[in-house]
C-alpha cells in the first residue's frame, strides 16, 4: 500500500513535470511579435496579382510562365520548385496569348530566359514562338501533371535542393 501510494505520488509528479515542461516550450512557440506586418499583394485579376507578386523580385534573368485559367492549376504550383531555384517570378498567362501586362512584367524584369510550364494545351506553341523571338524559350510540359512535374524537378540542377511530394489529385495539397 505504501508502495503503490509512492507509485501513484510518482506519477503525479511526472505528470505534472511533463505538463510544466510541456506549457514552457509551447509558450514560446505562441507568443506574437507585435511588429510583424502582412503586406497584401492584389491586382484586378489573377494575373494582375502574378504581376504584383513579380515586382517585388526586382531584376530576375529568369522568368516562368503558367497558365492562368481554370484547370491548369498543377502546372503554377509544379512551376513554385522551378522559382525557387532560379530565384523566380512566377507570372500567369492565358493558354492563347501574352497578356499586355504580363509582356510588359517580362520586359521589365531584365528577363533573358521564359520557362513555359505545361504542354501546349495550357501555354500554345504559338504563344512560345512569339516569346521566342525575344527570349530564350524552354518548354517543361508533360503529357500529364505528373510528367510536367517530373520535367520541372529534372531541369533544376543545384544541389541540395528539397522537393515537397503532395499529391495531384486535389489542388488543397
Known sequence: TVSSMKKGLRRVGIVGLSTLVATTMMSGVASANTTFA??????VDRYATSVATAQQFGASTDV????GESGHYPDALTAN???GAKHAPILLTHADATPA???????ASGATHVWI?????AI????????????????????DRYATAAQVMGAVTATGTMAI???GENFPD
Open 38 to 43: 502582412f503586406t497584401r499583394l492584389q491586382g
Open 64 to 67: 516562368i510562365l503558367a497558365s
Open 81 to 83: 520548385y522551378l522559382a
Open 101 to 107: 501586362n504580363i509582356a510588359t512584367q517580362i520586359a
Open 117 to 121: 510550364i505545361g504542354g501546349t494545351n
Open 124 to 143: 500554345s506553341a504559338a504563344q512560345a514562338a512569339t516569346l521566342g523571338s525575344t527570349y530564350t524559350v524552354s518548354r517543361l510540359g508533360g503529357s
Open 165 to 167: 511530394l503532395a499529391t
